[in-house]
C-alpha cells in the first residue's frame, strides 16, 4: 500500500470548547417524544460518534447520542490534568493505520501532529526496545549482530520449534525460544490478562512481532500521526453537528422509553445489553495512578513496559512524548490491569468465543438493534479498525436508503461481519 498523507483540514483551532460543553450537549432534561429521532446510538467513542456523525451528514437524520460517563470520546478521552498537562485518562491512546480513507475522514476534524510511537521494557536492569529488535539482541547478550541475517541466524539458534501452534506461549517460542519468552512476554501477559500464555489465543503475542532490523518503531503503519489539539477536541468536532444531540452521564436504560427513536445503535457490552442471560463475557480492566511531577521529563520515551511479575503495574506511560506539549511539568500514569472495572480487552480464549456466538445469536433475530465497536461485537480493533467498521456500517445503511431500502434491516450488517 502508498505512503497514507495528511490531508489539512483548514479548520480553526479548536481552543474554547470543553468536553461537556460544546453546541451539540442537551442541556434540557430527557428529551420529550415530540423531539423525535431516527437513530438512538448508545456510546460517544470512536464507533457511536463516527456512525452519528455519517449519519446526520449524509442522510440528514436525527441522532441522539448517550453515554453514562460524564464525558464523550469514550477511552480515547484526554484532558488537562490539574498541572496543565494534556493526558489519556484512560491510557495511552496512539493513532496508526495503512488506510487514507480513515485518515481523510478524520482529517474533517483535527489537524495532525506527526509521532511514531517508542516503547522500551525493563528487563535485567536495562531499558531495551520492543519489539524485540537487533539492538535489543545486542544490548542483552553484549553481541555485535552488524546484520539482519546475523540477528536472524542468532534467534533461530535461540527458537524451539512448536509443532501445533494453538496458545500465545507457541507462537512466541516457536519464534524466539524460551529466554526471551521468560524475560519479555511472560510476565507481562501474566499481569495483562491475569492468564498464562499457555492460556491464551494465539493472536495476543502474534500482534508483537520480532524484528532483525534496528527498527524501534512500535508500529510501522504508514500514516503515525496524533490528533494536534487531542483526541476530545476531534470528537468534539465529530458530535457538533445540528442533527446530533448528546446526552452524557445517561445510562439509556433511563431513557429509552422516553425518547421516539426508530433504529437503536448498541456500542456498549452486548451481554449487558441481553441482561446477562447467559453469563457475563469476561473482560479485563484496567486501573490507572496519575502522577504530575515538578519536572520537564520522567523517561524517554513515551511508555515503558514492567514485565517483571514482582513490579505490580504493566507499564508507565508519560503524555508528553505522544502530545508534543511543552511544558515546566510532566504527568505520567501507572497502569495496573484488573479483573474489576470498565470492559477494555475482551480476554481471547475459544470458551469466551462460543459463549459470544450464543449472545450474536440474539441479537441478529433483533430487527431494530445494531450491535457495534469493540464491546458491541466482543472483538479486540484498533482505533483505526472501529473507524473502518463504523464507516463500513454507514456505507451499507447509505446504500440501502439511496434504495429505499428499511434502514433497520442494517442488523444483517453485523451478521456479515462488518
Not at 380 to 392: E, F, K, T, W
Request: charged letters at 25%; aromatic letters at 12%.
Amino acid at each position: 500500500m502508498g505512503n497514507v498523507t495528511m490531508r489539512g483540514n483548514g479548520h480553526d483551532s479548536l481552543s474554547g470548547l470543553s468536553p461537556t460543553h460544546f453546541p451539540g450537549v442537551l442541556k434540557e432534561p430527557v428529551p420529550v417524544r415530540s423531539r423525535g429521532f431516527d437513530y438512538l446510538v448508545v456510546g460517544a467513542g470512536f464507533a457511536g460518534s463516527v456512525l452519528a456523525e455519517r449519519l446526520a451528514s449524509g442522510l440528514n437524520k436525527r441522532v441522539l447520542v448517550v453515554d453514562r460517563r460524564p464525558h464523550i470520546g469514550g477511552n480515547a478521552y484526554d484532558y488537562h490534568d490539574d498541572a496543565g498537562v494534556l493526558i489519556h485518562r484512560y491510557g495511552p491512546h496512539i493513532f496508526h493505520t495503512n488506510s487514507q480513507r480513515i485518515v481523510d475522514y478524520l482529517s474533517r476534524f483535527t489537524e495532525w501532529r506527526p509521532y511514531e510511537h517508542r516503547v522500551l521494557a525493563e528487563v535485567d536492569g536495562q531499558q531495551l526496545p520492543i519489539p524485540i529488535n537487533r539492538t535489543t539482541l545486542n544490548k542483552l547478550y553484549a553481541l555485535d549482530l552488524a546484520s539482519e541475517a546475523d540477528a536472524e541466524a542468532f534467534l533461530a539458534s535461540r527458537a524451539e520449534p512448536v509443532e501445533h501452534i494453538r496458545t500465545s506461549e507457541d507462537v512466541v517460542i516457536n519464534q524466539i525460544g524460551s529466554e526471551l519468552y521468560q524475560k519479555f512476554f511472560r510476565g507481562y501477559t501474566r499481569k495483562q490478562w491475569g492468564l498464562d500464555p499457555s492460556q491464551l489465543d494465539k493472536m495476543v503475542t502474534s500482534r508483537v512481532p520480532t524484528r532483525t532490523n534496528t527498527d524501534d518503531r512500535y508500529f510501522t503503519d504508514t500514516f503515525q500521526q496524533m490528533p494536534k489539539h487531542g483526541y476530545t477536541r476531534m470528537f468534539e468536532r465529530m458530535l457538533a453537528h445540528p442533527n446530533i444531540k448528546v446526552m452524557l452521564n445517561t445510562d439509556y436504560r433511563e431513557i429509552r422509553n422516553e425518547v421516539d427513536y426508530d433504529h437503536l445503535v448498541y456500542c456498549g457490552p452486548i451481554d449487558e445489553f441481553f441482561d446477562y442471560r447467559f453469563g457475563k463475557l469476561p473482560y479485563r480492566s484496567l486501573q490507572f495512578k496519575h502522577v504530575s511531577l515538578d519536572q520537564e521529563h520522567f523517561q524517554s520515551v513515551a511508555v515503558v513496559n514492567y514485565p517483571d511479575e514482582s513490579v505490580p503495574y504493566t507499564r508507565i506511560s508519560e503524555y508528553k512524548h505522544m502530545t508534543g506539549q511543552v511544558h515546566p511539568k510532566t504527568s505520567i500514569t501507572y497502569e495496573y490491569p484488573s479483573d474489576q472495572g470498565d470492559p477494555y480487552y475482551p480476554v481471547p480464549r475459544p470458551e469466551n468465543a462460543e459463549l459470544y456466538k450464543r449472545y450474536q445469536q440474539l441479537a441478529d433475530s433483533l430487527e431494530d438493534v445494531t450491535f457495534l465497536g469493540r464491546l458491541g461485537t466482543y472483538k479486540y480493533y484498533n482505533m483505526d479498525q472501529v473507524v473502518g467498521q463504523a464507516l463500513a456500517l454507514y456505507k451499507r445503511i447509505e446504500e440501502r436508503a439511496r434504495a429505499g431500502t428499511d434502514e433497520a434491516s442494517s442488523r444483517s450488517l453485523v451478521k456479515q461481519g462488518i
